[in-house]
């Protein structure tokens, strides 16, 4: 199944089955990354049309909330093209820079309507690194390479079955 990054369509998979986000913008990413635990990646960006499948399965799964962090992780990973915990605080920094770092990007002719998320995050770190003083960008990249708080990196099994149905997935 092929793997999106960039403008490339992003897939993930879930219970078993591949999913197609849908295409939008670096500001569409952005929304969602600020979403609350990310949500509005997933399932924010579902197709319409697997809307109702979706919804079946939250309705009938008791962990679809952990697979939609994880979900979520893996598509920011795809579409930014890098580790999707970098990629996550960089849109952080973005965020807390925003009428400045966009304002100065729109300049150059780089809008988040109009890029892919990858692009997008290309420019604005090409540009932090251009107009933060040396010791603050090297900050910045400290903070761009942690994980965020609160982020169990290996799952916890409580059994061989839990394991392997995780595996499955």
Known sequence: MPRGHGGDD???KCHGRYWKLRSVPASTWIQAVLSTDMAG???GLVRDRDAEQLYGLWLTEDDMQNRAALVSRRALGRAAGREWHWAHNLIKEIDGSW????GLLVREGVRADQTGLSDYLDAAFTLFS???KPDDFKAME??????PSGIITKPRMSSRDDLM???KD
């Open 142 to 147: 400290t903070r761009l390479r942690k994980l």
């Open 165 to 167: 149905k995780f595996a």
């Open 41 to 43: 990646i997933w399932p």
């Open 10 to 12: 992003v897939w993930v």
């Open 130 to 132: 251009e107009k933060l």
């Open 99 to 102: 009428t400045w770092l966009n």
